[in-house]
């Protein structure tokens, strides 16, 4: 685990380019936030690239809409105390998805992220959902920003220590999350996969 | 701390399994005794209700209470001291008391602001007691040496050469218990903190060890230390605020203890005479130290933060990580950390939150935790 790549990770995503949304077309979007680019930071790069894959085709395949050139949700700045930037990125993630009325999302830190700290400081008004929603499949874990337990997926690059303390307490031997961190956190105590993948 | 400062600490936390296991197991105590005084004391739920309404109309207008209080406390004899600040706390408190010895009942508020570095100051609660022979510092607001082991607490008693039967926890309290109770006599200033304040002329604590009650009776010149926040309007509100802290923190019912100035008596001919049995001075002192500064902030939402510790005992990483925070530890602390400390020092110590919310299910008085800090952190 590597923290300055992890900060690197964040501030590439940061960098990248930004397309106009597409026109509203009564459909909803996937917004994966590229969490996955800034999670490839870690060693479970090539399996998380794959995964990925998988649910975003079964997405699109069910008519959620493609957004090309998305701009970074802004996820862990926060956390790393980029106070200033994340709230110029918050602006620029709210702007461009209020036109779009409904987001499907990849994983709850990016929920969690729209539905409560944009939605209630920088005036998100679309409507988000998870992607397990649209799949109609029921994931083996929750994850606590579900509702669930916390399996410490959130510290698994600040604090990997404590993430996996939190992830052998979860007492989770095997199944399927919906988080794609929860995941890299869990596999190290759990046989898991991610859902849809 | 550094943010790197801060996670290196975590880790090496984190690696101590034992301290986990110690804080996992009194958390589960906990928990059963909350949950069962909740069900058999069934007017603790509005009691709470109450209390929450107390204390957004308080802070809603802070700077008129600390006024009201002011003159209540004055009213029934107490000296009243306003701090603006740490040092300045720090000063007053050394201008009553010089270098007198201070027996000192356990205050959050009085670690917050250093009184406890003083040298003459002598701890009186047990935790608090174990953790100054340790030269420790506090990890929980009711709890403060929950991250100690009996072996912990029976080494810290060697130390000072304290004979102790076994390492039982009954046989340590008693030792513990025994030596105190000798100390108490050989000064007559004493230090109490403040579940609440009421304006009308009354400050209100709730203890289990009986310690407060023995220094607020045994000392002549008694000090007290509380932040503003704590300031209600009655003495009915200062109980109740005082006995919801009790009853989330497990204990309940609990002793009360009600300090209403100096003692008096008018026994002989009804002729008054301040400076009875217990202390003829009182003096409180009323401290900011930031409080003032967020009224009109987000953090704003931890002034009505009645310090059960029941959120550090919730949350996932303080149980594993149990000095998270430099003054106040745990969810809790990074708003006070932000109050007290400034705003870069909240920043550093919400890294580390995993925005989980299991702090904010627990709440009394339905801080909402996370929200705050973030929209606090936004706001400058």
Not at chain 1, 121 to 129: A, E, I, P, Q, T
Not at chain 1, 144 to 160: N, S, T
Not at chain 2, 181 to 190: D, N, P
Request: hydrophobic share 40%.
């Amino acid at each position: 685990l590597d923290l300055g790549r992890f900060k690197q990770a964040i501030e590439e995503a940061l960098r990248g380019r930004l397309w106009e949304p597409p026109s509203r077309e009564g459909r909803p979007y996937l917004y994966t936030g590229l969490i996955y680019q800034v999670l490839s930071a870690s060693s479970g790069k090539k399996e998380l690239d794959e995964y990925l894959k998988i649910i975003v085709n079964k997405l699109f395949n069910r008519g959620v809409g493609h957004l090309e050139g998305e701009p970074y949700s802004g996820a862990f700045m926060l956390e790393l105390g980029m106070i200033q930037e994340f709230k110029k990125q918050a602006e620029k993630v709210v702007n461009y998805l209020n036109p779009l009325g409904e987001v499907v999302v990849l994983d709850p830190i990016t929920y969690r992220l729209l539905t409560t700290t944009f939605a209630e400081n920088f005036g998100l008004k679309v409507n988000v959902r998870m992607y397990h929603e649209l799949l109609n499949e029921k994931p083996d874990f929750l994850g606590c920003k579900l509702g669930g337990k916390c399996c410490g997926g959130h510290l698994y690059f600040l604090a990997p220590t404590i993430a996996l303390s939190m992830s052998k307490e979860v007492g989770f031997k095997k199944g399927k999350v919906i988080c794609p961190l929860g995941w890299l956190n869990l596999r190290r105590v759990s046989e898991v996969e991610i859902l849809g993948a | 701390l550094e943010l790197n400062e801060l996670l290196k600490l975590a880790e090496e936390w984190a690696r101590r399994e034992e301290v986990y296991e110690l804080i996992k197991n009194a958390n589960v105590r906990s928990e059963e005794r909350i949950i069962k005084i909740k069900e058999r004391f069934k007017e603790i739920e509005s009691m709470r209700r109450e209390v929450i309404e107390i204390k957004e109309r308080v802070i809603a207008n802070l700077d008129y209470w600390v006024e009201e209080a002011k003159r209540g406390l004055e009213a029934k004899g107490f000296q009243v001291h306003f701090a603006e600040n740490a040092e300045d706390a720090r000063r007053k408190f050394k201008e009553i008391v010089g270098d007198n010895k201070v027996m000192a009942s356990k205050s959050l508020t009085a670690w917050e602001v250093g009184i406890n570095e003083f040298e003459n100051v002598f701890e009186t609660d047990i935790g608090m007691f174990i953790l100054s022979i340790l030269k420790d510092s506090p990890v929980h607001n009711t709890a403060p040496a929950i991250h100690l082991s009996r072996r912990d607490a029976l080494n810290a008693l060697k130390k000072i050469g304290v004979e102790v039967e076994s390492d039982d926890p009954k046989d340590l309290v008693r030792a513990i218990a025994s030596y105190l109770r000798e100390k108490y006599c050989e000064t007559e200033y004493g230090m109490v903190g403040a579940n609440a304040v009421a304006t009308e002329g009354a400050v209100v604590n709730v203890e289990g060890e009986g310690n407060v009650r023995l220094v607020a009776s045994l000392s002549k010149t008694l000090i007290v230390v509380g932040g503003i926040e704590k300031i209600v309007p009655t003495v009915v509100d200062a109980v109740k605020t005082s006995l919801i802290q009790a009853a989330f923190a497990g204990r309940y019912p609990i002793q009360i203890n009600v300090i209403a100035g100096p003692t008096a008596t008018s026994d002989i001919e009804r002729i008054l005479v301040r400076g009875a049995q217990g202390p003829h001075e009182v003096h409180m002192i009323l401290i900011d130290n930031g409080r003032r500064r967020v009224v009109n902030t987000s953090l704003k939402e931890f002034l009505k933060c009645v310090r059960c510790g029941r959120c550090l005992l919730n949350c996932p990483v303080w149980q594993r990580f149990p000095k998270w925070g430099e003054v106040y530890r745990g969810p809790m602390g990074i708003g006070w950390n932000g109050i007290v400390k400034g705003r870069e020092a909240m920043i550093v110590q919400q890294s580390l939150c995993t925005r989980c919310e299991k702090c904010k299910e627990v709440c009394p008085m339905e801080i909402n935790i996370v929200g705050s800090f973030e929209r606090a952190m936004l706001e400058a």
